[in-house]
């Protein structure tokens, strides 16, 4: 027979939840200047999307020209 600990339900880690649509995402934390948090903010909002989409679609961008200008060497 199990006992009362087999039966307690599995805690996840504290913190925010994730929105929906999100689980296959994960949390980066980047220290930057104030003014360039505050210019992406704002170039987000008028793109109608949000920072973390903005960043991503540019850290995307520079991952690819990085990849072609490394095959481009060889």
Do not use: C, H, W, Y
Not at 12 to 41: E, H, S, W, Y
Not at 50 to 63: D, G, I, M, V
């Amino acid at each position: 027979m199990a006992s009362a600990e087999d039966k307690k339900p599995v805690r996840k880690k504290p913190g925010r939840k994730l929105p929906p649509g999100a689980a296959d995402r994960r949390q980066f934390l980047a220290v930057m200047n104030g003014d360039v948090i505050k210019d992406l903010k704002v170039a987000a909002a008028e793109e109608e999307i949000t920072a973390s989409e903005l960043l991503e679609q540019a850290a995307r961008e520079l991952l690819e020209r990085r990849k072609s200008k490394q095959a481009k060497k060889r």
